[in-house]
Each structure stands twice: as structure tokens, then as C-alpha cells.
């Protein structure tokens, strides 16, 4: 090979020059802190200079106190179970639903054809226009966001479970065919093994989307307890210091999903080269 | 001794045009250090044409990475016309093995593209470039993308892109070593003939030791481990442009050798004074 | 092998396959065509059967007459032209305003690491909130006029767009980065003649996402919080018990997605006609 490569450099690495500052080790590893840390020094100067309304910013130790507040005698945490109870039961219906017709769709070229093009035209109905159609058919209750949650998981995972049975090589099923191996067993040692990367991909981004779908729909159809409608009434009530600690619960939900996923994900396909 | 010393057709040091002077290059890989090149001497004189050969690992490819100017940090000096080399420059132009077309430009706008930093005017580009792709016999194909050619033909506009810019110096970093082996004799012919139409000095490097005896004036042949110039021997006019040639033989069969590959299986050689130089007769 | 591959000895390839004479061809897309329909036809056959024997229940779906009948009211009396105009305005906006900005950042992240590190943990944990999270707190920030559209819609088409133009700038293969400087490329020259258009698969996926969060967060905010638009229209019909409004409004939020995703197919089939395969 004539060549010789600097993997990962970037596309305006300069190629080798003669030994640079050491000085730049140091600030690399503070740098992925310096920005947020510049941040929350501007907000905490902010809020106290009173440069800014203390409505619209509280000063952090407002939000840590609410926070106590919250977990010493408020429901902020039985609302946050609330929302995943309801985002994890839609959840793994959609998911589940998305897999088995992804499957089908994937194995059966005719069934591709029959329920393609109605799938094309249902993915391009934003989600969230089926909120007052669904709501008038089940009510603003708990089955109603249910079913729209279990909607919202399960377009992905149709469509990762669809593009990786098709994306099986043709390799594969001929030697299949080779092996004289029946329907089941070529689904059960071949195809889903060789799906399976994709599909929890679908999963992973199911799971995401749902607990988008779950705040947005909390936020919509204000019933029942969630953090939906807690974020609501922090809008109303013009209690920003909830709204931020809604926030920070929503992100974290949000990062600890993406771990647990990424997590599972990397155990359960160990075998694959990394 | 350096190579200077060691080997008088290093090339006298009237012929100024490239002067590699006491190179050495190390890298660190992974931890250890490893001695790509050590105290390599070499001058290339003005429309030459020098084929350094070597097995993989000898630093061949590296020396060219620093007459490019792609890689300044090294020890020892190389010199154009006197001048030292700090970055690439549009004198000095090179033909990769893998063709490194832009994939989304036409075959002219590759071409063109080298002339991007010439203060031509668009006409005299536009000329330029198409005098080039006749001369790689590619004209027809101007408007044809990448994708479209062969690998052959996308190397030929490698090379008309590589020349368009009128350089004093064509590096060659085994530009025909991914081409099947027909198409490969071919495009030697064809890169001697446009080599020798522009007077161009030309540095080959390769693998193909058949390729640097019939393309070459010199043949420099490295060892690895440290990269080393092992020797450099003189192409004669004795040794006609003929792969049946007896001299021609003669003279691959010994590059071979001191290579490590031999007709009978024998060791590799390494160099001496005495056997600094070989002339045949 | 490929129908692009050519030696020397032919012309350039055109790409097509001349193996299957045109009227197969043909053929093949009418039948395909045909077994797509008729699921929908069947769907819609039942509708209208059930509807004709009066065993539909008019809360859960209207006789298709009567939707058909609100949808030439709502086009007759140009509602659902101004709903439109109004909600295009405020996706193409929204878009605009996020594509742009996420386009910026993204090539400035992806050609300098030290921005990278600096940005990168930040951005990626206001990621992680759903878009839509952000709205009561913008709401008390900006209030509920245009203002707040563009905000959440351009935020949603923000992320990622900077994160795949951040990807696609990386990605550049050193080969071609290692020729702009062989040719002494200016580092403007390099931007756009090579890094960019080596990024444009990535930065295509970027713009898809990111118009089709833009649209689906324009339908969600439009639900929550504004007098028009296609949104509206259907909270309107949901908060009067019409379900023929409703639907009515769904089949053009349908039909415009189809649109959308269309146009931006042909884009980007365009841009990448120097490819051998065309993507999907």
C-alpha cells in the first residue's frame, strides 16, 4: 500500500510538523467542561446581579431547593413514574408490533408489495396528527396516550426490523437453499440473527421516540398524572424553577435510556467484530 | 560512510535539480519507534528519470511523502534548486496508486483542478487542460465522470491532472500497482512517452522491478529495517528498452538479487564499497 | 460488476440496463402499482360499505361522503389553502433558520477538534430533552405568537443537521483531504471542492431528518398552541366532535409529507448524479 494514513485527523490536519506545545494536554481534557461551566457562571451571575427577571431565571440553588422540595413532600417523582410507567407499556407494544410486521413485510415480497405504498403514506402523517383522531376514539385517557405511544414505537421499529431482513445477503439465503434448510429454520439461524443488529437499532430508536411522543402527548392531553402535566401547570403558574428541573429529569431520562440501549446492544451482539 | 561517499552515481553534485541530503525519518508506531529511512543521499539531475525500488517497509514511499513537503518533520535536508522544501508546491506534482479522482468532478474538472492556484486565465486553462487529456489520449472522455472509467483510463487522467500544472518533478508512488497486468505494460510505454515529451524529471517508485529497469535512467534500490539505499546502478545505454533483451535481463536479474531474490535462492546482498557501482560492459 | 463499468475499448456507460426490453418493464410497474392499491382500495371499500348499512357509529368514522363533503367546504371557502399557506410558512421558516445554523455548526465542529470537545458534551445533553420538552419554558420566554414556531421548529431540524454535517465533514476519506494539499488547494478551496461535496450524502440525511422533525414538531406545536394552520384545524375539528374535519386535515398533512419527501428524494438524486448507484 503507497500510502500511508492518519486515521481520524480531520480534514484540515496540516500532516506531521515538528513536536508542538505541550501546553495543549491540559486544556483538551478541560475543554468538554469549559463551555457548560461558562454557562452556569453567566446564569448564576445573572440571576443574582439581577440582570435578568428572577421569574425567567431562578438562581441554581432555587432549582436545587425545589428539587428537595419536590422530593421531600411533592409527586414530582410519582408523576416521573407516571410517564415512563405509560411510555414503557406503549413502548413495548409498538416495538413488539413494529418487529413482527417488519418480519413479515421482510420475508414476504408480496406482502411488501400489498402493504408498501400504505406504509409510505402513513409514515408521511406526522405523528402528532393522529393526537385528536385517537383522542376522540379513546378518550384523553390513559388508553388513548397509550395507543399513541405504542404508535410512535412503532414506525421505527418497522421500519429497522423491514431494512435489515432485506439487507440479509443474498449469500445467505442461497446457501439456505444449499442446505435444503426449511422456512423456520433459515428464520430461526439465519435471517433473525443477521436482522438482529438492525432491529435493535429499531428498538433503540423506538424507545427514544416513544419517550418523546410520551412528553409531547402529556403535554397535549393534560390528564392524569405525568410530567407532562406538571410541565403544564410550571407554564402556568409561571414556576420556572419547575420547568428547569422537569428539564433536567427529561434529559436524564433521555441520556439513560440512550445508555441502557447502547448497553444492551453492545452485550447482546458481542459477536460481531467491533 | 553516507551514501554520497559510498556510491558515486548518487549523482554529481552539478545536478542540482533534487537533493536529498542525510534524510533520516522516524516514526512512532504504537509505542515503539521504527526507522522508516536512515541517512538516505540522493541527487536527481534535470529530466532524469529515477526508479527506486524496494520491498514493502523500506521507506520508499515516505521519501517521496517528504520531497512532496506532505511531511517536514525529518532529519537531514531536501533541497529543490537549492531552495529547501517546507510544504507541496505546484513544481512538484505526484501520481498516488489509487487514482484519487474527486468522484463528484467531471474528468476535465479533475484536471483542472490542479490549476486552481494558477494565476492562468480561464481560457488558457481551459487549453492546458485539454492539451492534456489528448496527450493521455483521454480527450473524448472530458465530460465522463470517475465512476464511468476504467481503472486504467482514471490513472491517465491522474497523470494528465499530475502534469497539467507543467511541473519541474512527477513523483510516481507505484502508480500502476493496482491495474491488471496488460493494462500495466501499456501505461509504461504511454508514461515514458509523455515523461520524455515534457523533459520532466521524474522519481518512480515501485515494487515492480521489470518497471523500474525499463522506465528508469537509475535504479535505486532500498532495504527496510532501517529504510537504507542498498545501491543505485546505472541503466546503460547497453541495456536497450526490450524485456528480452540479455542486458536488460541481466540487469533486472541483478537488481533482484540485491533484492533477495536470486535464480539460484540466495541471500540478499548487502552493500559494499566495492560493489558500490556496476557497470556493464 | 455494474452497467457503469467501461473499458477502453467502448464508450462511457449509460447506466441503464439494457437486459429487459421496455415493455416488461413497463408491465412490471403497472402490476406493482396494482398489488399497492389494493389494500387501500379494500380499506376504503369497507369504509363506504359500512357506512351505506349504517353500522358505522359516527364517532368513530364518517361516512366518506360527509368527509369528502368537508374537504370541498374547507377548499371551496379557501380555509384549508390559508391553513396550508400558514403551516408551509412556518416549516419552511423553522427549516430554514434551523438547516442554516445546524449546517454552520456542524462543518465548524467537524473540521476542528478543539470545537468538538468544547461543544460536543454540551449540545449532545440538550439533545437527549425531547424537542417538544422545551416548549413550556419557550412559552414563557417568547409567548405563543411566530416567535415560538420558529424557536421549536428550528430546533427540532437543529440537531440533526448539525449532527450528521459534523459526521459527513469527519468522514472526508484522508485520501482526498492529502490531495488538496498536494494540489495547494487555498483552505477555501478545499471546503468546497472537497470536503463539502464529499459530505453531502451525510449532510442529506441531516436535511431529511431534519425536515421531517421540522414537520412533525409543526404539527405538535400547531396542536398546542396557535389560532391556524393545519393543527389548528384539526384541534378545532376535535374540540367541535368533527371527525370529518379532523380527517380531512389529516389526508393534507399526509399529502404534503408525501410532498416533501418527494422533492427532497429528487434533490438529492440530482446532487449525486455522478454516482454509479443512485442511493435508495
Not at chain 1, 443488529?197 to 409531547?216: E, N
Not at chain 2, 505526484?94 to 479522482?101: A, C, D, G, M, P
Not at chain 2, 546503460?236 to 526490450?242: E, F, G, K, P
Amino acid at each position: 500500500m503507497s500510502l500511508i494514513t492518519f486515521a481520524g485527523r480531520g480534514p484540515l490536519s496540516r500532516g506531521t510538523r515538528r513536536s508542538a506545545l505541550p501546553l495543549g494536554t491540559i486544556g483538551r481534557h478541560l475543554r468538554p467542561f469549559a463551555l457548560p461551566a461558562a454557562l452556569l457562571a453567566a446564569w448564576e451571575l445573572a440571576a443574582h446581579a439581577g440582570f435578568v427577571d428572577a421569574r425567567f431565571l431562578p438562581p441554581l440553588e432555587a432549582v436545587l431547593a425545589r428539587a428537595v422540595a419536590e422530593i421531600g413532600h411533592g409527586d414530582l417523582a410519582a408523576n416521573l413514574l407516571a410517564s415512563l410507567q405509560r411510555d414503557l407499556i406503549g413502548f413495548a407494544f409498538g416495538g413488539t408490533a413494529g418487529i413482527f410486521l417488519g418480519l413479515v413485510i421482510g420475508f414476504s415480497p408480496l406482502a411488501q408489495r400489498l402493504l408498501g405504498p400504505l406504509l409510505l403514506v402513513h409514515r408521511q402523517i406526522a405523528l402528532f396528527a393522529w393526537v385528536p383522531l385517537i383522542s376522540m376514539w379513546f378518550g384523553g385517557g390513559e388508553t388513548g396516550k397509550i395507543v399513541f405511544i405504542a404508535l410512535a414505537a412503532f414506525q421505527p421499529s418497522l421500519i429497522n426490523t423491514w431494512q435489515g431482513v432485506a439487507a440479509i445477503p443474498r449469500s445467505y439465503r442461497e446457501l439456505a437453499a444449499v442446505l435444503t434448510l426449511g422456512w423456520l429454520d433459515f428464520a430461526r439461524l439465519i435471517a433473525i440473527p443477521g436482522a438482529l443488529p438492525q432491529i435493535f437499532t429499531g428498538l433503540h430508536s423506538a424507545l427514544i421516540y416513544a419517550w418523546t411522543t410520551t412528553v409531547g402527548a402529556e403535554l397535549l392531553l393534560n390528564i392524569a398524572p405525568g410530567l407532562g402535566g406538571r410541565m403544564n401547570e410550571g407554564q402556568h403558574l409561571f414556576h420556572m424553577d419547575l420547568l428547569l428541573l422537569c428539564i433536567l429529569l427529561l434529559g436524564g431520562v433521555g441520556v439513560a435510556f440512550n445508555i441502557i440501549a447502547g448497553g444492551l446492544e453492545r452485550r447482546l451482539l458481542r459477536w460481531r467484530t467491533p | 560512510m553516507s551514501t554520497a561517499a559510498a556510491f558515486p552515481d548518487a549523482g554529481s553534485v552539478d545536478a542540482r535539480a533534487l537533493e536529498i541530503q542525510d534524510v533520516s525519518k522516524r516514526f512512532d508506531v504504537a509505542g515503539r519507534q521504527v526507522q522508516a529511512l536512515s541517512r538516505i543521499d540522493l541527487a536527481v539531475g534535470e529530466g532524469e528519470f529515477v526508479s527506486i525500488v524496494g520491498a514493502s517497509g523500506c521507506g520508499k514511499s515516505t521519501l517521496l511523502r517528504l520531497i512532496l513537503g506532505l511531511d517536514t518533520d525529518y532529519e537531514g535536508r531536501i533541497r529543490v534548486d537549492g531552495k529547501s522544501v517546507e510544504r507541496p508546491g505546484l513544481d512538484r506534482s505526484i501520481v498516488f496508486q489509487e487514482h484519487r479522482l474527486l468522484p463528484w468532478l467531471s474528468v476535465e474538472a479533475n484536471v483542472a483542478a490542479a490549476l486552481r492556484q494558477s494565476r492562468l486565465g480561464a481560457g488558457e486553462k481551459r487549453e492546458l487542460v485539454r492539451d492534456h487529456l489528448q496527450l493521455v489520449g483521454l480527450d473524448p472522455f472530458a465530460k465522463a465522470y470517475p465512476a464511468q472509467l476504467s481503472g486504467g483510463m482514471a490513472q491517465r487522467v491522474a497523470i494528465a491532472r499530475a502534469l497539467v500544472t507543467k511541473p519541474r518533478f512527477l513523483l510516481l508512488d507505484e502508480p500502476l500497482g493496482a491495474l491488471d497486468a496488460l493494462t500495466r505494460l501499456r501505461l509504461q510505454d504511454e508514461l515514458l512517452r509523455i515523461v520524455r515529451q515534457g523533459g520532466t524529471t521524474a522519481v518512480l517508485v515501485t515494487h515492480d522491478v521489470d518497471e523500474a529497469v525499463y522506465l528508469g535512467d537509475r535504479i535505486v534500490v532500498m532495504h527496510p529495517h532501517p529504510g537504507r539505499i542498498a545501491t543505485i546502478l546505472p541503466v546503460t545505454s547497453a541495456v536497450s528498452r526490450d524485456r528480452s533483451d540479455p542486458n536488460f535481463i541481466r540487469l533486472r536479474d541483478e537488481v533482484l538479487s540485491w533484492l533477495g531474490v536470486s535464480r539460484a535462492g540466495n541471500e540478499a546482498r548487502e552493500p559494499s564499497v566495492a560493489e558500490g557501482t556496476r557497470r556493464f560492459a | 460488476m455494474g452497467a457503469g463499468r467501461i473499458n477502453a475499448s467502448r464508450g462511457p456507460a449509460d447506466g441503464v440496463d439494457r437486459a429487459i426490453p421496455a415493455r416488461r418493464r413497463l408491465a412490471a410497474a403497472w402490476w406493482t402499482l396494482a398489488l399497492g392499491l389494493i389494500v387501500p382500495l379494500i380499506l376504503l371499500a369497507t369504509w363506504l360499505a359500512a357506512a351505506l348499512l349504517g353500522q358505522l357509529p359516527e364517532q368513530i368514522l364518517p361516512p366518506p361522503w360527509a368527509v369528502f363533503d368537508t374537504l370541498s367546504d374547507i377548499i371551496g371557502d379557501g380555509t384549508l389553502a390559508s391553513s396550508i399557506a400558514t403551516s408551509l410558512q412556518r416549516v419552511a421558516e423553522g427549516f430554514a433558520a434551523g438547516a442554516l445554523a445546524g449546517l454552520v455548526l456542524g462543518t465548524a465542529i467537524g473540521l476542528s477538534k478543539a470545537l468538538r470537545e468544547t461543544v460536543d458534551p454540551l449540545f449532545l445533553a440538550m439533545s437527549q430533552v425531547p424537542t417538544l420538552g422545551w416548549m413550556p419554558i419557550v412559552i414563557l420566554l417568547v409567548g405563543i405568537d411566530e416567535g415560538l414556531k420558529i424557536i421549536v421548529i428550528g430546533w427540532s431540524a437543529f440537531i440533526p443537521v448539525v449532527l450528521n454535517t459534523s459526521q459527513g465533514v469527519r468522514d472526508v476519506p484522508q485520501a482526498y483531504v492529502e490531495l488538496g494539499r498536494v494540489l495547494s488547494f487555498s483552505p477555501w478551496s478545499r471546503l468546497t471542492t472537497i470536503i463539502l461535496p464529499s459530505a453531502v450524502p451525510s449532510i442529506f440525511t441531516g436535511l431529511r431528518e431534519g425536515l421531517a422533525n421540522s414537520w412533525q414538531t409543526l404539527v405538535a406545536v400547531e396542536l398546542i398552541a396557535s389560532f391556524e394552520g393545519l393543527g389548528y384545524l384539526m384541534a378545532y375539528g376535535r374540540q367541535l366532535f368533527q371527525l370529518e374535519l379532523v380527517l380531512a386535515a389529516m389526508i393534507a398533512v399526509g399529502l404534503i409529507g408525501l410532498l416533501i419527501h418527494g422533492l427532497l428524494t429528487l434533490a438529492e438524486t440530482h446532487l449525486q448524479r455522478w454516482r454509479p448507484e443512485m442511493p435508495r
